[in-house]
């Protein structure tokens, strides 16, 4: 597996009895056309998606794909004919970009990381504040590969990651090639946000929830193949929620704690209801990139759900870092439970508005002032 560019099952967490039915699926040859795996970011949807796409294209299967025949050679190789990847890219300038384009960065990153976030592939396309998408050139591309002959094996394979960045142009262009796709082509796409398909793509495609890793699975497998030690893997394990890349980045360091840190900064500065802290706030938000403010938006929803299992008490299933858990308690101290269902909504249409390029420290201060008037005046 280490070797490996595109993992087999044995070289995922994914849950077992879910990697059972695939492995079901492929060797009774009931594979439907389109299946969408949903899953957390970094987690392991993706990992699973590409190991079933090794197991179908595989000329001598068993529970899992051989791992010596030809196709899963050039599957090791990134050099399959009969297996095609699409993903979300920036815009170059006058012209539609598509993952095409982008092979040799997209196939280098999952070589170094068979596990990597939406922002780590941001990092790569280097767009600043643009907005990935699938665009309407690649609609063009897929109609055009799945209307040619299978090289080798009886089927195709195209893996969609992350369609919910579709554009609606191409959605629309691929909803006849999804509903009735040329004999052999098959369909796995991993969304790491199905409520932001359209429904049109979603209906479309038989769903496949991938759980977390659970967590015991999960600090057996960071003690075993990392340097830490019990009590951090435990940790790093149990504030990882299920997620093998958030937790080895926990280990490593490289967590968003930055993000985590401020969206309690947030909270705290809306209880100071005082204008000029809203405006230094928002100041602030706006010298950040929209990737990270849009983290930061995430980061904030999360605290609130912490915030409302602390105050029930159960301490149990807090997901933050101790040293911050004493100013969490006390910003939670602060907020009604009824007002916990307003404050998630005012920061969903935040992350609506800053999604759709609105002004950072207009959305950052009025989001404070709105959340304010649901935190009682101490």
Same mark, same amino acid.
């Given at each position: 597996m280490a070797n490996r560019l595109l993992p087999d099952y044995a070289g995922t967490l994914a849950d077992r009895g879910l990697i059972a039915q695939l492995s079901s699926i492929r060797l009774r040859e009931a594979i439907p056309h389109a299946l969408l795996f949903c899953g957390d970011d970094g987690g392991e949807a993706? /990992? &699973?998606?590409?190991? $079933?796409?090794? =197991? !179908?294209?595989?000329?001598?299967?068993?529970?899992?794909?051989?791992? =010596?025949?030809?196709?899963?050679?050039?599957?090791?190789?990134?050099d399959n004919p009969d297996f095609y990847l699409c993903y979300p890219v920036i815009k170059a300038d006058s012209?539609?970009?598509?993952?095409?384009? &982008?092979?040799?960065? $997209?196939?280098?990153l999952l070589e170094s990381q068979v596990r990597f976030s939406t922002e780590d592939w941001r990092a790569v396309l280097k767009g600043g504040n643009k907005q990935p998408h699938i665009f309407v050139a690649e609609a063009d591309r897929l109609i055009h590969i799945t209307s040619l002959s299978s090289f080798k094996s009886r089927h195709q394979v195209v893996l969609i990651w992350q369609p919910e960045t579709m @554009?609606?142009?191409?959605?629309?262009?691929?909803?006849?090639?999804?509903?009735?796709? /040329?004999?052999?082509?098959? $369909?796995?796409?991993? +969304? =790491?946000?199905?409520?932001? &398909?359209? #429904?049109?793509?979603?209906?479309?495609?038989?769903r496949i929830d991938v759980p977390p890793i659970e967590e015991d699975r999960l600090i057996d497998y960071l003690v075993s193949n990392s340097s830490a030690t019990l009590d951090q893997a435990y940790e790093a394990g149990h504030l990882a929620r299920g997620n093998l890349l958030r937790?080895? @980045?926990? &280990?490593?360091?490289?967590?968003? #704690? =930055?993000?985590?840190?401020?969206?309690?900064?947030?909270? #705290?500065?809306?209880?100071?209801?005082?204008?000029?802290?809203? @405006?230094?706030?928002?100041?602030?938000?706006?010298?950040? +990139?929209? /990737?990270?403010? !849009?983290?930061?938006?995430d980061a904030t929803d999360r605290m609130l759900r912490e915030m409302l299992a602390l105050s029930y008490g159960t301490d149990d299933i807090i997901y933050t870092r101790l040293s911050i858990r004493d100013r !969490? *308690? *006390?910003? +939670? #101290?602060?907020?009604?439970?009824?007002?916990?269902?307003?404050?998630?909504?005012?920061?969903?249409?935040?992350?609506?508005?800053?999604?759709q390029n609105a002004s950072i420290k207009i959305v950052f201060f009025d989001l404070l002032v709105t959340m304010a008037m649901l935190i009682p005046k101490r």
């Open positions: 993706l /990992p &699973l998606a590409l190991a $079933f796409a090794r =197991h !179908i294209l595989c000329e001598d299967p068993g529970e899992d794909a051989c791992g =010596h025949c030809e196709s899963c050679r050039q599957m090791d190789l990134w012209r539609e970009v598509t993952s095409e384009d &982008l092979h040799k960065d $997209f196939s280098s @554009r609606e142009d191409t959605a629309n262009k691929l909803l006849k090639l999804l509903e009735e796709p /040329p004999k052999g082509v098959i $369909f796995l796409a991993v +969304s =790491h946000d199905p409520s932001r &398909l359209l #429904e049109t793509i979603l209906s479309r495609f038989q937790a080895m @980045r926990l &280990l490593e360091g490289k967590a968003q #704690e =930055h993000a985590t840190d401020l969206a309690l900064s947030l909270m #705290e500065t809306a209880m100071q209801r005082t204008p000029k802290a809203y @405006r230094e706030f928002a100041n602030q938000a706006a010298t950040l +990139s929209r /990737p990270e403010v !849009i983290s930061l938006i !969490i *308690r *006390r910003v +939670s #101290e602060a907020v009604p439970l009824s007002s916990y269902t307003g404050l998630m909504d005012d920061l969903s249409a935040a992350r609506m508005e800053l999604m």
